[in-house]
Structures are given as C-alpha cells and as structure tokens.
C-alpha cells in the first residue's frame, strides 16, 4: 500500500505549545501535501511541498521534507484552541495521477 | 469556502437500496475526485474524471459508479447499499494535475445505511 502514516494518532496540547506532526510513506513520491480536516467537514490544503524542496513556511506552519528517509513533518507554532482538528498527509506517486492520504493526526489544543 | 459543493448533506437509507451523491465542482476545476471516509479505512480513494472521462479509478466496488457530465458536476451512483457503505463521501476538484495544485474538498455527504 502506498497509503502514509501519520504519527501520532493523536496529540493533546496546551495554547501556546508547539505541535509536531509526522508523516512516513513507502515509495518515491512528486509531492507530499499537509490537509486540515476539522470534525465531520471537508478537507483544507494547507501546503505542498514538491520532492525537490527541504524545507516550506506558511504562517506558523513549517513543513520538512526528507525524501531519503521518505518523511515529512508538520509543525504548528504558538498552537491555538482553534487548531483543534485532524491533520493529514497526502502524497502524489510517480505514475499516479491521484493523492494518496494517511490516516491522520487528531491534534486537540486546549485553552 | 471551497467552492465546491455537494448535495445532499445527510442521507439515511436501508440495505439493498440505491443513491446518487452529486457535486459541483469549483468554477474552472477539470478534474473531479471521489474519496470515501471511514473511522477504519481512512480517506479511501475510488475514483477521478478530467474533463468528462474517467481518468484514474481506485478502491471503488462494482456496486459504485460514476460519471462527470458536460457541465463538469458530477455524479457518485451507490447501489445495493450494505451497512458497511456508511460512511462519508467526499468529492474535490483540482485546477490541474495534483503534481501542481492542492484538491478542493467539499463538505461531504454523510451516508447512514440501516
């Protein structure tokens, strides 16, 4: 299976703290994209980060990528309450015209 | 706001019936992707059109069928529905390939089969 593994299932935070989420995946990919899924809603992007780049920023999000450890992290600065949600790493595979997505992080940020 | 829409919301129906899930995708998008998610499988890929043809099919059940119309909405076809087909169904659009641009997600149909 091509599917990734997001680790940890689920984290538990105070405001303020830092959230580190990773994501693991077996074969070359193209891109490696972070989503937000917040409960019983669609999925948000929030970054693609392409097989040639190390390193993206968006906001408080900075994403890693380690294509020679097939790895990738996500991680929120200065968390919220408001960034309680799911988190999900999709990759897109060479010959493959689809996305394919882990099975998330639950990220809780209590006040 | 996405910009993609899908009707219905909710859907509750018995065993052995059949439903029809449909989205819009966002203005421009070509391309259209369904994906199933469940509290066991995750989010399941099953199938994707560009531009009116089937253009990438993943884990979809016979029982399933799609298409994309002409006006680029599309269509999810669920029949002889088992208990095991609830689930939320989720349709996305994408501008070009997705080696390039994120998916666009709507809010997703919640199937409850009794």
């Known amino acids: 299976s091509q599917q990734g593994e997001e680790d940890p299932q689920a984290l538990s935070i105070q405001e303020g703290e830092n959230a580190t989420m990773n994501c693991s995946y077996k074969t070359s990919i193209n891109n490696l994209q972070w989503y937000r899924q917040n409960s019983g809603r669609g999925l948000v992007h929030l970054i693609l980060i392409r097989s040639n780049e190390r390193e993206k920023h968006s906001g408080r999000l900075r994403v890693t990528l380690d294509t020679s450890k097939k790895s990738s992290s996500l991680l929120i600065t200065a968390s919220r309450a408001a960034d309680t949600a799911s988190y999900f790493c999709a990759t897109k595979h060479s010959g493959y015209s689809t996305l394919t997505f882990g099975k998330g992080t639950m990220l809780l940020v209590s006040p | 706001d996405s910009g993609v829409t899908q009707t219905p919301k909710h859907l509750i129906t018995a065993t052995g019936q059949r439903v029809t899930l449909r989205c819009s995708p966002r203005?421009?998008?070509?391309?259209v992707y369904w994906y199933q998610q469940s509290l066991d499988q995750g989010l399941q890929f099953l199938i994707q059109?560009?531009?009116?043809?089937?253009?990438a099919k993943g884990n979809i059940l016979e029982r399933f069928s799609a298409q994309q119309f002409p006006d680029l909405h599309s269509e999810l076809n669920l029949s002889s529905l088992e208990l095991g087909d609830s689930a939320l169904y989720f349709c996305?659009?994408?501008?070009?390939?997705?080696?390039?641009?994120?998916?666009?997600f709507g809010n997703g149909t919640r199937l409850t089969v009794t």
């Open positions: 203005s421009g998008d070509l391309s």
């Open positions: 996305a659009s994408s501008a070009e390939d997705v080696s390039n641009s994120p998916l666009h």
């Open positions: 059109y560009y531009n009116g043809e089937e253009r």
